[in-house]
């Protein structure tokens, strides 16, 4: 590993800012200051807001537009609420689509209608305040529009016993068992988070049960990866093997849910032959871990792996997430080289150019990641709870909020977990020189898209690949948004195949044909190689919407570029069993 350790820093420039932060002795203290806030650098926060306040109390322009704009606000209220009480008024503002928190019949209610639309309309003008100050820098405007909204999260009616409608209405019909009860399980989750014990899972979504159960064998193991083979369902299979990269950072079967729900399952009732890369859960002895070892040991030696099990024939290879940035990367070194193993690329929600990388930008700077360094070498890696608090803020009133007032106010314990929820809770760790250089490399410096990330002594040029590619956007996606997963269009001049789908990262991509489909969407368009590109705004208004799911959509694109059929049998036998499916590095705790 020493050697690894030599050949990743002389590939990343950057990487000795992050190792030097384990050197005994230093930043004690910094680390001490992580380890209390699970990573969140306080010093940025107040950074952005000293940035934001100066700059507002320096611009007599914009205190005149939001004096004006409150006083706006407050006579719109005032006009609907003239002949008070008036239950069922029509409301002066409505909540955004994705906003539950107001939706029962109670909120309509005197005086409730009024309570929760003076929040609604304090929360757009705090948007409004903390968005166009003359002179802040986008990182801090951003950051101030976060840290507000979570403070009015926090403050909503909706969170408190005496605002809320509902929680009234239920303590009264109850005779305040109901608080009772959310007593009790407040105190069950606060022993349980004092032991570390995690959430308990129902049997239905665990790995090997309900969910991760398409049948398959493990036919390699190293010490990063496990390759897992899926058995045919079809008497014959498409002759090119479809592999598949799921990001890190989760478990490997947000792509094989329970069966209806299961793309694995679909590709291979589709006549494919399907491989699937499970990363292992790494700890503490894997700290020096690095983006070249994820790369040459993982994507890249599940290439050759596949090549081996699969001889004479090219492959279709599918990344989700930061796996299809990691498979793009591969693809672009391969491509370099000459290495023509690959015959498609099918990019869900993978960024390339994170010149706009979302919400999650938010966290990155660099006294962010001077905070994450230090807590990262104190563990050795960031543990997966962390990473789930960083997503749980960005949907702090559904994943907090929400679930403090069903939970602790509404008593209601035991709530159903779907597939998703409980896939989202299986965490994995991420080792701490790989997790500083994707966040230094990709996030903070965007050197790939800018020719600065170097593998084997070279930069990666994204131009090298020249294959034809899927890539998938989700409209509501957060995390990688469409328009940022779009910018694939500037960086080769292969032929892309674009598809918006409706839905967020992970609904967004787990969207089977079928009932369930029947309010989904999406719009798909293909760009010829070498072809003009006609900006996101404009391709999104010229697109047509389609109903339904896009995997039947992809699923014909991928025919098209498939060739022959063969026997199913040969190849399934040929190869050797290590494992039943799931394998080992699924089940890692």
């Not at 003076?118 to 405007?141: D, I, K, Y």
């Not at 009932?515 to 006609?534: C, F, H, L, M, N």
Request: aromatic fraction near 10%; glycine fraction near 8%; charge should be neutral.
């Amino acid at each position: 590993m020493d050697q690894s350790l030599q050949v990743a820093e002389r590939a990343h420039p950057h990487a000795g800012v992050a190792i030097a932060s384990r050197e005994p002795g230093i930043r004690p203290v910094t680390a001490q200051w992580a380890w209390a806030t699970a990573g969140l650098s306080p010093m940025s926060t107040w950074t952005a807001y000293w940035d934001w306040a100066w700059h507002l109390a320096c611009s007599p322009a914009k205190q005149g537009q939001l004096a004006i704009k409150a006083g706006r606000k407050y006579a719109r209220l005032l006009r609907t609420f003239t002949n008070l009480p008036c239950d069922g008024c029509p409301p002066c503002i409505e909540p955004l689509p994705q906003d539950r928190r107001f939706s029962a019949p109670e909120w309509r209610m005197w005086p409730f209608n009024l309570v929760y639309q003076s929040f609604l309309l304090t929360q757009q003008w705090w948007h409004n305040a903390t968005q166009g100050v003359p002179g802040v820098t986008p990182h801090h405007e951003q950051l101030m529009i976060f840290a507000s909204r979570q403070l009015l999260d926090m403050v909503a009616p909706s969170n408190f016993i005496a605002l809320n409608p509902v929680v009234l209405h239920e303590t009264f019909r109850r005779g305040g068992r109901n608080l009772l009860e959310g007593m009790y399980n407040w105190a069950v989750d606060s022993v349980r988070l004092l032991a570390g014990v995690p959430e308990a899972t129902a049997d239905a979504f665990l790995p090997g049960r309900g969910v991760a159960i398409t049948p398959g064998k493990v036919i390699y193991r190293n010490r990063l990866i496990e390759l897992i083979q899926y058995a045919p369902q079809t008497d014959t299979v498409y002759a090119e093997p479809v592999l598949l990269v799921p990001p890190w950072i989760m478990k490997y079967y947000i792509l094989d849910l329970s069966p209806p729900n299961s793309l694995v399952r679909f590709l291979v009732r589709q006549g494919h032959s399907v491989v699937m890369l499970s990363w292992r859960n790494p700890d503490e002895n894997d700290r020096e871990l690095g983006m070249n070892d994820y790369l040459a040991s993982g994507v890249l030696c599940a290439i050759d792996i596949v090549e081996a099990t699969f001889p004479g024939r090219r492959m279709h290879a599918l990344g989700y997430c930061l796996g299809g940035t990691l498979l793009a990367i591969a693809a672009a070194v391969l491509g370099r080289r000459g290495d023509t193993r690959l015959r498609s690329l099918t990019l869900l929600a993978a960024q390339l150019d994170f010149s706009e990388p979302g919400e999650l930008g938010i966290f990155i700077d660099e006294n962010q990641l001077a905070y994450l360094d230090a807590l990262m070498a104190r563990q050795g890696y960031l543990d997966g709870k962390q990473m789930q608090g960083a997503f749980a803020l960005l949907n702090s009133k559904d994943m907090v909020w929400s679930r403090i007032v069903q939970n602790y106010l509404l008593g209601r314990s035991g709530q159903p977990r779907t597939e998703l929820a409980a896939w989202t809770a299986d965490a994995t760790r991420m080792p701490y020189r790989q997790h500083s250089e994707y966040l230094r490399h990709l996030y903070l410096h965007n050197d790939l898209v800018n020719g600065r990330y170097v593998v084997d002594g070279k930069a990666v040029c994204l131009a090298d690949i020249r294959l034809p590619i899927f890539a998938l956007g989700a409209r509501r996606d957060t995390v990688a948004p469409w328009k940022s997963v779009y910018k694939v269009h500037a960086v080769t001049d292969a032929e892309i195949t674009f598809c918006l789908a409706s839905g967020g990262h992970n609904a967004g991509i787990v969207a089977p044909p079928g009932p369930s489909a029947d309010e989904k969407s999406y719009q798909i368009g293909v760009r010829d190689g070498g072809a003009p590109t006609v900006d996101a705004e404009q391709w999104w208004r010229q697109m047509p919407n389609r109903p339904g799911s896009w995997w039947p959509a992809w699923a014909d694109w991928l025919k098209q570029k498939s060739g022959e059929r063969v026997e199913a049998g040969a190849v399934w036998r040929a190869s050797a069993m290590l494992d039943p499916a799931p394998g080992r590095y699924v089940l890692m705790a």
